[in-house]
């Protein structure tokens, strides 16, 4: 896990309470920034306004991802879902 992360984390509610209102807001933008870059699905999670479901499949490929790119493990990855298994149902 990205050590910024972990240390966002790692804030307790009570010190985040008492913080000034610059760094609390700093602290919970960097946050939400953070948990967003995590992983390709939370990032599509995060900017699709709702729209993208985090099918187990797709969490389950996400989190392949980054466990190789964290052991550098990979250097050229081919992934093959079924059609339209990852794309935003219309409404």
């Not at 995060?46 to 550098?72: D, F, K």
Request: hydrophobic share 45%; with cysteine; proline share 7%.
């Amino acid at each position: 896990m990205n050590p910024l992360l972990e240390r966002l984390l790692a804030i307790t509610p009570d010190e985040l309470a008492a913080m000034p209102g610059s760094e609390r807001e700093w602290v919970l933008d960097t946050l939400d920034k953070e948990i967003a870059l995590a992983s390709p699905a939370a990032f599509a999670v995060r900017h699709s306004n709702g729209a993208w479901q985090p099918y187990r499949h797709l969490v389950y490929t996400s989190e392949r991802i980054v466990a190789m790119i964290e052991r550098n493990e990979v250097d050229c990855l081919l992934i093959e879902e079924p059609v339209r298994h990852g794309k935003v149902a219309e409404r």
